[in-house]
């Protein structure tokens, strides 16, 4: 996917006036992201998304690297914020509210499905915590999502 037609995408799901607020948005969720994520994790993401959206998630991994020990930590885990320093974090970026945010990083979400592989897909279902999994597409929570422990398949 392009970045033009990914930024495109954004916009009109996320019902933003122009292509420079739905740019502002996938930077500062990818951004946001990463500081979530191993480092590991956003690197692979990377590789599979044009380069104009790779960039945050490159940057914002290259500044993890201040020690061997860091660098061998966040490799495996991400800064540990739930739903809302995510979206206080996307919100700041964009000077956006909350509110807005979360509806940016969704649609923003929906977008990231269909542009990487599903098996990433997967793995940053993986590392989230639910509440931000809440974010991601529909159909992608319904596989993950365990069965209730009582309820029986007929």
């Not at 690197?43 to 490159?58: D, K, S």
């Not at 020690?67 to 991400?78: Q, W």
């Not at 969704?106 to 993986?126: H, Q, R, T």
């Amino acid at each position: 996917m392009r970045y033009e037609e990914m930024t495109g995408l954004v916009q009109t799901r996320a019902q933003l006036p122009d292509r420079q607020s739905a740019e502002r948005a996938v930077r500062a969720t990818l951004e946001t992201l990463a500081e979530r994520i191993p480092d590991g994790l956003a690197g692979h993401m990377a590789a599979q998304l044009p380069q104009e959206a790779a960039e945050p998630l490159r940057r914002v991994a290259a500044s993890h690297e201040s020690s061997p020990e860091e660098r061998a930590y966040r490799r495996d885990h991400g800064e540990r914020f739930d739903l809302t320093g995510f979206a206080g974090r996307i919100a700041w970026r964009t000077e956006h509210t909350e509110e807005e945010a979360l509806r940016e990083a969704a649609a923003f979400f929906e977008v990231l499905d269909s542009a990487v592989d599903p098996e990433l897909m997967e793995k940053l279902y993986g590392v989230l915590p639910n509440d931000i999994r809440e974010l991601l597409p529909e159909s992608r929570a319904e596989q993950n999502t365990p069965p209730e422990p009582n309820s029986r398949t007929e």
